[in-house]
């Protein structure tokens, strides 16, 4: 009887550590279907990133485009203006040179 009874023991302890066990497995299946969720958020929230990334890019090449072009723009009109300074220095030049050699001839 006692041999009996120390298998119906063993058996007792074998349910008890079964359970435990399907307890412990019942929460790490809970603690997956959490992380399971939380990688789809995180999926979703990274194609909403790459979205704007994406966005982003665009909206700075745009900006560079335009910048580029307002460099050209300004480059343009310093050489316009260079080239109307120049052209007025030369003019002033000839003027006054003009203007002594009449004075010269008029001494003459």
């Known amino acids: 009887m006692t041999n009996i009874q120390s298998k119906i023991d063993l058996l007792k302890q074998r349910a ?5 066990e399907n307890a412990k497995l019942k929460q790490i299946i809970k603690e997956n279907a959490k992380r399971k969720a939380d990688n789809v958020n995180h999926l979703a ?3 909403k990133v ?18 580029l072009q307002e460099v050209k723009t300004r480059e343009r009109i310093e050489k316009t203006m260079l080239d109307l300074d120049s052209k007025a220095f ?6 006054t040179l003009e203007n002594l050699l009449i004075r010269s001839t008029k001494r003459l």
């Open 16 to 20: 008890i550590d079964l359970e435990v």
């Open 50 to 67: 790459k979205i704007e990334l994406r966005q982003a890019m665009g909206e700075n090449a745009k900006l560079k485009a335009e910048s």
């Open 45 to 47: 929230e990274n194609a």
């Open 90 to 95: 030369n003019i002033t030049k000839k003027n």
